[in-house]
Structures are given as structure tokens and as C-alpha cells.
């Protein structure tokens, strides 16, 4: 009798907790992070009567998550590459815009301006073409620094994005590591797992991989280790290490990312990867620089080359051309680490061997070391001692230190960052266009051979004896002299350079015959200067010699279209495989109401089953006990 009321007692407890359960999960079915529970069963120990085993009813064995480990490995990793590439994407597309706007982009201001060059020469003497041609160069300015503005604003939506992440991080880590010590204590003190702190802390971890990749460790008491990067400790057990944002060594308004190391903070920004931070950083040090540099490349081509061939025409008052546009020198910055007052100045002397790529340099114990800032590759080929006198040179720079520096001292060189908005027009005064060429060629008209002498090409307009004249007089049919002194050797088609000038002399002259050289004055109708500098877009001058203005352009809008595409294409694919994965986690530890309804049902059944035999005991107790009576 008392062992089938103590059977019965044991099935209402045990369906009761089951009841429990399953009300629990119904009523977190909506909870985001929760797991569904499930009550496992186990019979209690049997009793013994003589040679008979007699059962003892139920228990509840254990209260346990539908859980995999490996799906959640599986939702997290997903979760930080989905997050890694949806922050790139949204940022990389926010150029694209800048660059590629029919309207506003810079092939659209460029194609403009070099019109405007067009219309100079059509016209060379029309002062409303040059005033024009003044405004489109001004406009062109204006577009440069309009897109170096929105670069700073997002360099600056970069910091923001960097501190707010941090500061998440920081809050998650600390609530991850306070859950560490809950579940610890409870495991600790009822031999239980803590379902819902387990689950707590799951969420947490989700929510921590959308900001940044980790990875985790389960420790023997319940808690869990988390790391970052190139494991770099982020939690352990009951302790979370802090995050700090901090300036950059070098430039007060970057900001990079420090995890505290005993009594001070030590950068790691380099190692972080995934989660919406790891994006916004591979942005900054990829997408962001590369397309401030290669602006900044582009406006130093642009004003050298314009400049260049101004100063090599002749301007409406018949003076030799001046600069157009003005661009400041690369920037520099010094380590606060620096033991020493150095200073590091730089200038740029060969455009065609400039790539615009950022230079750390450093003084070690075996002298002065350079690399490229993005690659961390050593820059070989430099010569130079870095003196004034005897500058470093290297990838078209020419770089000197005003003193001794200090073993340890370290700079970053950049040396196209300040151009795009630094690209300033100083003419003012559109007489001061040179659209006629500096100096022009004659033939002596007494001359009687058939020799002919090509337009003059200015090959050095700083030469200062450019506008000099020349005398060039043939002694014979292959011989000749300049200004009555010298004597040259000839053959048709040769080329002769001067005083910074250049032509090619053909056919036979003969002893006696004149081509002359010199100063391009009243030339208001010339345009030889104009059509080069309207030409110019296309001239290969960067890149070695390889590629044009027009090339780079295109080159950059062309790469950033890519760069946004295959960000696009990579999240959508991350998205779906976030999506994937959560489906299979859901699938597994979501609550299916379905399955509760019938497990209600199924409980609920059971218990009264219990009930009923706990009924069925108490009445044949009772009617024993009247039996004697």
C-alpha cells in the first residue's frame, strides 16, 4: 500500500516539475537568447522484499537545454563575419557615392575642366575662355576638397563608431564575466546547470561577436574564457580585461583600440578582426587610405603637370607662364614617443615614381629603416645619408632631418594625404594663362637648301636662358654651329636641344642657312601651350610613365566600384549564412509550441494518471483500516 501511494506521490512531483518546464519554455517563447528546456526522467533507487525487487517510483533526473555546442559555434562565427561585412559595406558604398556621381564625381569635374583647356586654345586670346577656364580650375579645387571634407567626415564616423564599440564591448565583457560568476556559485552550491544564466550568457556572447570575432573556452566551474585577435584575453572566469579607445601615436584624430596589460594599455588594433568593428577598421586601414592617398596622388599630378607647362608658355602680356595651383608639401608626423627634438621635412621630386603610399620610418640600432605603413614591407633602394645635403631619396621623395635623432625615434610620412584638399588655385589674373608656347623657330628666308625646322618644344621651362636667341648656322650639309661656336654633326631628322628648348631640323641645308630660336613675343593667336595642357589628362606620367591622369581616375573610381560590389556580393552571402545557421540553431533550441501543446497534453495526463493512483492507494488504505474496526 505505502509503496504504491509513494509511487504515485513521486509521478505527481516529477509531472509537476514537468509542468513547470514546459510552462516555462511557453512562456519564453518569445524570449530572445532562450533555450528551450526539457525534464529528463530517471527511475528512484528500487526497494528490496526478501528476493524481490520493488520499484520505487520517478524522479526527475535533471532539467537540461536543448543545446549544441557546435551550432553555436556555428551562430556566432556567422554572426561576426556578417557583421564584419555589413559595417564594410555600409562604409565603402558612402564612397562609392563620392566618387561615382555623373554630376558631382571626379571624372565628371575633371572631363569639365579640361574642356574649359579646349575652349582656351579654340580661342587663345578671348579673355572670357581664360576666366572661365579659371572658374572650372577653381571648381575643380573645390571638388577635390569637397571630397577630402567627406573623407574626414567619415574618417570621423570612424572614431565614433571605434569609442561606441569599445564602450559596448567593455559593458558585455563585464556582464559576461558577472554571469561567469553566478553560474560558477550555483553550479557550485546545487550541482545544477543554471539554464537561464546559460542562456543569459549565450546571448551575451552573440551580441558580443556582432561587435567583435572571439572565441571561447569552457573552464571546469561552469564559466567560459573569451579571447580576441591573436588571443589577446577578454574575460577570464569572474574578471573582464578592459577595452580603452586611445589617440594614435602619431596622429592625435585617429583613434585605435588598447587592451589594459598590468598597470598600462597596449595597442592591438591590428590584430582585431571580425564583427562590426573588425569592418570598420579593415575599412579605415584599406578602403579610406587608399582612396585619400590616391586623391591627393592625383591632385599633385594634376597641379605639377598644369604648373609645369604654364611656366612653359607664353602668357597674354608676353611674359613667361606662372603656377596655376599650389599644393602643400607631404605631411609628417612624429611619434610622442620620440626622445628627441628631430624634425623630419619632405618633398616630392618625381611624380612618375610617386605611389602615395604611407612611409614609417624608424631609427634602430643599425641605422634608419623604412616601410610601407599598410603592408609592413621593408622599403629597400633609399639612398641618401638624410641630411639637407645629401637627402634620403625614395618612390619619387626626397626626405631630411633637421638634427641628430635618437635610437627608437620613429615618423610617418605621407605624403599625398594633404593634397586633395590642399589643391589650392593662386592665379588669379586670366591673362596669366600661357597659351602660346614660350619661344618659337624661324627659317632665315635667305636660307637656299631644303632644310626645315620643327615648332619649338620647351623641354625645361626653368632653364634660365630659355628665351635667349639662338643662332643655329650650317657649315656644311652635316655640320653646324650654335651662336658662331662649336661644331655639331647633322643628319636629317636629328634633334637639338638648347637652352631648355627642342627641335628637329630635316631635310638637306646647305652651308650658310639660319634656323633660329628665341623669345615667342605677340604671339596672341599660338595655342601649342594651351593643346598640351588641354592634352595633359592623358600623358603618361604616373606610375612609371604608364599611366595617365584620365588612367588613374578611372582606375580609382573603378576599383572603389569593385571594392563596393564584392562588399555587396560578401555580405549578402554572410547574411544568408547568418540566416542558415540561426535556422538551425532555432530549429534545435527554439521553443516549438507545437511540441510544448502536446507535451502539456502528454503531462498533464500523467499527473492525473498520479493522482488517480494516489487515490486508488488512499482508498484501499482507508478500506483496510475499516476493515478492523
Known amino acids: 500500500m505505502g509503496d504504491m501511494l509513494g509511487n504515485a506521490l513521486s509521478g505527481l512531483v516529477s509531472y509537476q516539475r514537468a509542468l513547470a518546464t514546459t ?14 528546456q526539457k525534464v529528463d526522467f530517471a527511475t528512484r533507487v528500487p526497494s528490496q522484499s526478501g528476493n524481490l525487487t520493488i520499484g520505487s517510483g520517478v524522479k526527475v533526473s535533471s532539467v537540461s537545454r536543448v543545446y549544441d555546442s557546435f551550432t553555436v559555434d556555428q551562430l556566432r562565427n556567422s554572426q561576426a563575419a556578417f557583421s564584419q561585412a555589413d559595417s564594410y559595406y555600409q562604409l565603402v558604398a558612402q564612397v562609392d557615392n563620392t566618387l561615382a556621381d555623373s554630376d558631382l564625381g571626379l571624372s565628371a569635374s575633371l572631363s569639365r575642366f ?3 583647356l579646349q575652349d582656351v586654345a579654340d580661342d587663345p586670346s578671348s579673355i572670357s575662355a581664360r576666366q572661365l577656364m579659371l572658374a572650372e580650375a577653381q571648381g575643380l579645387g573645390d571638388r577635390f576638397a569637397d571630397m577630402s571634407s567627406q573623407i574626414d567626415s567619415l574618417s570621423r564616423e570612424v572614431n565614433t563608431r571605434i569609442s561606441a564599440s569599445v564602450s559596448d564591448i567593455n559593458d558585455l565583457s563585464a556582464q559576461i564575466a558577472e554571469i561567469n560568476l553566478m553560474i560558477s556559485k550555483s553550479q557550485g552550491q546545487f550541482g545544477s546547470e543554471a539554464n537561464d544564466l546559460l542562456d543569459q550568457r549565450d546571448q551575451a556572447l552573440l551580441s558580443l561577436n556582432e561587435l567583435i570575432g572571439t572565441t571561447s573556452v569552457e573552464q571546469g566551474d561552469g564559466s567560459v574564457s573569451v579571447f580576441i585577435g591573436n588571443g589577446e584575453a577578454l574575460v577570464l572566469g569572474e ?3 578592459k577595452m580603452k579607445a586611445v589617440t594614435n601615436v602619431f596622429e592625435p584624430g585617429r583613434i585605435e583600440i588598447a587592451m589594459e596589460a598590468g598597470n598600462k594599455f597596449s595597442e592591438i588594433s591590428d590584430s582585431i578582426r571580425g564583427g562590426s568593428l573588425g569592418g570598420t577598421l579593415s575599412f579605415r586601414d584599406g578602403v579610406l587610405n587608399d582612396t585619400r592617398n590616391e586623391l591627393g596622388r592625383i591632385a599633385i599630378a594634376i597641379s605639377d603637370s598644369l604648373n609645369s607647362l604654364n611656366r612653359s608658355g607664353m602668357d597674354l602680356k608676353g611674359g613667361q607662364g606662372s603656377d596655376i595651383y599650389s599644393v602643400p608639401d607631404p605631411e609628417v608626423y612624429r611619434s610622442r614617443n620620440n626622445t628627441s627634438g628631430a624634425e623630419l621635412s619632405a618633398q616630392i621630386t618625381d611624380i612618375s615614381a610617386l605611389d602615395g603610399n604611407n612611409t614609417l620610418i624608424r631609427l634602430d640600432g643599425a641605422g634608419w629603416r623604412f616601410y610601407d605603413e599598410s603592408s609592413g614591407t621593408e622599403i629597400t633602394g633609399v639612398t641618401g645619408t638624410g641630411t639637407v645635403a645629401d637627402p634620403f631619396e625614395f618612390n619619387g621623395l626626397q626626405v631630411s632631418f633637421n638634427s641628430a635623432a635618437a635610437v627608437g625615434d620613429q615618423f610617418l610620412l605621407k605624403p599625398t594625404q594633404a593634397a586633395a584638399d590642399g589643391l589650392k588655385v593662386v592665379m588669379t589674373d586670366p591673362a596669366g594663362i600661357a597659351a602660346a608656347a614660350a619661344t618659337r623657330s624661324t627659317v632665315d628666308l635667305d636660307n637656299i637648301g631644303s632644310g626645315k625646322i620643327s615648332e619649338t618644344d620647351v623641354v625645361d621651362s626653368a632653364n634660365p636662358n630659355l628665351l635667349d636667341d639662338v643662332d643655329i648656322e650650317f657649315l656644311n650639309a652635316n655640320t653646324y654651329q650654335i651662336n658662331g661656336a662649336g661644331s655639331f654633326s647633322f643628319t ?3 634633334e637639338v636641344t638648347i637652352n631648355g628648348n627642342k627641335v628637329t631640323i630635316t631635310g638637306t641645308p646647305v652651308a650658310g642657312d639660319h634656323f633660329y630660336i628665341g623669345a615667342n613675343t605677340n604671339a596672341l593667336g599660338d595655342n601649342r601651350n594651351l593643346l598640351k595642357m588641354a592634352a595633359a589628362e592623358s600623358n603618361k606620367i604616373l606610375n612609371g610613365g604608364t599611366a595617365s591622369i584620365q588612367d588613374t581616375v578611372n582606375g580609382l573610381v573603378g576599383d572603389i566600384a569593385v571594392a563596393t560590389r564584392s562588399a555587396q556580393i560578401n555580405r549578402q552571402s554572410q547574411e544568408n549564412l547568418l540566416t542558415q545557421t540561426s535556422t538551425n540553431h532555432q530549429a534545435i533550441s527554439g521553443v516549438n509550441l507545437d511540441e510544448e501543446a502536446a507535451n502539456l497534453l502528454k503531462f498533464q495526463q500523467a499527473y492525473q494518471a ?12 482507508q478500506a483496510l483500516m475499516g476493515a478492523f474496526r
Do not use: K, P
Open 114 to 116: 579640361y574642356n574649359s
Open 492 to 494: 636629317s631628322g636629328s
Open 610 to 621: 498520479a493522482a488517480q493512483a494516489a487515490s486508488v492507494a488512499n482508498d484501499l488504505f
Open 239 to 241: 574578471r573582464a580585461i
Open 23 to 36: 510552462s516555462h519554455n511557453i512562456a519564453n517563447a518569445d524570449t530572445e537568447g532562450y533555450s528551450s
